[in-house]
């Protein structure tokens, strides 16, 4: 039973489309035509042809099979590669002390409250 793709955001969709339209001209400036391409990729006209549209069912496997025969497969591994926010959101959170001797206080004051509480 096949299961139905979630519609992606619109914003993926254009990224998708617009993907695919680069694929497409990336193939033809090669010269490549689509049936030796279906045969490089393994795969039907249609799946080449929703590949070209951006389709969001096409597996990311097929994609890079694509940019694969492209010779354009290191591209990918820049995807990625200098997460900025996530540096800012570890930097910041080593930028957060707790100041000198406050975790010693607060086991200090732990005992005491054990101490306090317990009946000898």
């Known amino acids: 039973m096949k299961t139905k793709t979630p519609r992606p955001f619109p914003s993926t969709e254009l990224q998708l489309k617009n993907f695919g339209q680069r694929l497409r001209e990336a193939r033809l400036r090669r010269g ?3 049936i ?3 045969e490089r990729m393994d795969a039907s006209r249609d799946t080449l042809n929703r590949l070209e549209k951006g389709d969001a069912s096409i597996s990311i496997g097929r ?3 694509a940019l694969r025969i492209l010779g354009m497969d290191k591209d990918f ?3 990625a590669a200098n997460d900025v926010t996530g540096q800012r959101l570890q930097d910041a959170k ?3 002390r707790t100041p000198r001797g406050q975790k010693k206080k607060q086991a ?3 005992k005491d409250a054990n101490l306090k509480s317990s009946p000898d």
Do not use: K, P
Request: glycine share 0%.
């Open 36 to 38: 030796l391409f279906c």
């Open 32 to 34: 490549i035509s689509t």
């Open 94 to 96: 080593l930028l957060i």
């Open 77 to 79: 591994d820049l995807v």
């Open 108 to 110: 200090h004051n732990e």
């Open 63 to 65: 994609y890079l099979r």
